[in-house]
């Protein structure tokens, strides 16, 4: 009986140590195996799968792309915004600055009869304005950029008295009227700086200005013919340009030493040129006044293209 219990025992114990066993048995081989590969990193954090991770990120990125039109990916969202909105502050600084400058340039006109065209009329206007006077750091020819915005000026003052109605006036008028008419209203405009004139020609002689100067002259020239009812495109519109353009800088300099009330003298002088110059016997003339003329403008002397002009007049 005790050999039966001590047998039953044994039989228990094999039991026990088969039902432990099992699990382990069937594990080992899964974990051990060399067919089964390397064995996987965590059983309790699994690694989260490839797409989910790509996701996460994507959707955030469209839901900034939905409030900003300038990206259709988190990156690009976060990249493109910050860039767009520093172009369009760019942009808009830029309009804004110049816009700055004109109004200081506009400003700046009255102080050029008391400080000449200079950089000091500049920062007068600039603090008239309520600018800082460091603005005045950003023109690069700063007296230059004052007497073409002064040119420019003009002529627009001009082109818009023409076509408010001083333009049907001159139609009533014979043509070297007409042209003497506007010859006259652009020197006016010369009037209030007449002191400080020879300086504004000082600066447009420059080299670096020079160019500039030219082309705004011929172009005054072309809107003075157009104005006065000239349509043609033959070879006379060069010469008429030409003739015109010795006679307004001629006049322009005589005007300098006119000290007649109102420039009386010189209006005279404009008509007289003009009529002359409508006499086409007398165009190579005034072609070569217009060489004389811009040579003055370039550092010869004022009194000697007078005495030139005075000495064909006396002719």
């Given at each position: 009986?005790?050999?039966?219990?001590?047998?039953?025992?044994?039989?228990?114990?094999?039991?026990?140590?088969?039902?432990?066993?099992?699990?382990?048995?069937?594990?080992?081989?899964?974990?051990?195996?060399?067919?089964?590969g390397?064995?996987?990193?965590?059983?309790?954090?699994?690694?989260?799968?490839?797409?989910?991770?790509?996701?996460?990120?994507?959707?955030?990125?469209?839901?900034?792309?939905?409030?900003?039109?300038?990206?259709?990916?988190?990156?690009?969202?976060?990249?493109?915004?910050?860039?767009a909105?520093?172009?369009?502050r760019?942009?808009?600084?830029?309009?804004?600055?110049?816009?700055?400058?004109?109004?200081?340039?506009?400003?700046?006109?009255?102080?050029?009869?008391?400080?000449?065209?200079?950089?000091?009329?500049?920062?007068?206007?600039?603090?008239?304005?309520?600018?800082?006077?460091?603005?005045?750091?950003?023109?690069?020819?700063?007296?230059?950029?004052?007497?073409?915005?002064?040119?420019?000026?003009?002529?627009?003052?001009?082109?818009?008295r023409?076509?408010?109605?001083?333009?049907?006036?001159?139609?009533?008028?014979?043509?070297?009227?007409?042209?003497?008419?506007?010859?006259?209203?652009?020197?006016?405009?010369?009037?209030?700086?007449?002191?400080?004139?020879?300086?504004?020609?000082?600066?447009?002689?420059?080299?670096?200005?020079?160019?500039?100067?030219l082309?705004?002259?011929?172009?005054?020239?072309?809107?003075?013919?157009?104005?006065?009812?000239?349509?043609?495109?033959?070879?006379?519109?060069?010469?008429?340009?030409?003739?015109?353009?010795?006679?307004?800088?001629?006049?322009?300099?005589?005007?300098?030493?006119?000290?007649?009330?109102?420039?009386?003298?010189?209006w005279?002088?404009?008509?007289?040129?003009?009529?002359d110059?409508?006499?086409?016997?007398?165009?190579?003339q005034?072609?070569?006044?217009?060489?004389?003329?811009?040579?003055?403008?370039?550092?010869?002397?004022?009194?000697?293209?007078?005495?030139r002009?005075?000495?064909?007049?006396?002719?």
């Amino acid at each position: 009986m005790a050999s039966s219990l001590a047998a039953r025992r044994l039989l228990s114990r094999a039991a026990a140590a088969r039902r432990l066993a099992l699990p382990l048995a069937s594990i080992a081989p899964r974990r051990f195996s060399a067919d089964a590969g390397p064995p996987p990193p965590s059983q309790t954090l699994p690694p989260p799968p490839p797409q989910p991770v790509a996701e996460t990120p994507r959707s955030e990125g469209a839901g900034a792309s939905s409030s900003s039109s300038t990206a259709t990916g988190a990156g690009g969202a976060h990249r493109s915004s910050p860039g767009a909105a520093a172009g369009a502050r760019r942009q808009g600084r830029g309009a804004g600055y110049e816009e700055e400058q004109e109004k200081v340039l506009c400003a700046s006109l009255l102080h050029v009869p008391r400080m000449g065209w200079s950089e000091s009329a500049m920062v007068a206007g600039a603090r008239d304005v309520g600018i800082s006077p460091a603005i005045v750091g950003a023109f690069p020819r700063k007296e230059a950029a004052l007497v073409e915005f002064f040119m420019d000026d003009c002529l627009q003052q001009l082109m818009d008295r023409v076509d408010a109605g001083e333009g049907e006036q001159l139609k009533n008028l014979k043509l070297s009227e007409r042209l003497s008419k506007l010859v006259r209203m652009r020197l006016e405009m010369q009037a209030p700086y007449i002191s400080k004139w020879p300086q504004a020609l000082s600066i447009q002689s420059q080299p670096a200005n020079v160019s500039t100067s030219l082309k705004q002259r011929a172009v005054l020239v072309d809107e003075i013919w157009h104005a006065a009812g000239d349509v043609g495109s033959d070879i006379d519109w060069y010469v008429k340009r030409t003739v015109l353009g010795g006679i307004y800088s001629t006049s322009e300099v005589y005007m300098l030493t006119d000290n007649s009330p109102d420039f009386r003298d010189t209006w005279t002088f404009v008509n007289r040129r003009i009529k002359d110059a409508l006499d086409f016997q007398k165009t190579f003339q005034e072609a070569a006044y217009l060489a004389e003329a811009v040579g003055a403008g370039m550092g010869g002397t004022v009194q000697g293209v007078l005495n030139r002009v005075f000495q064909n007049r006396g002719s």
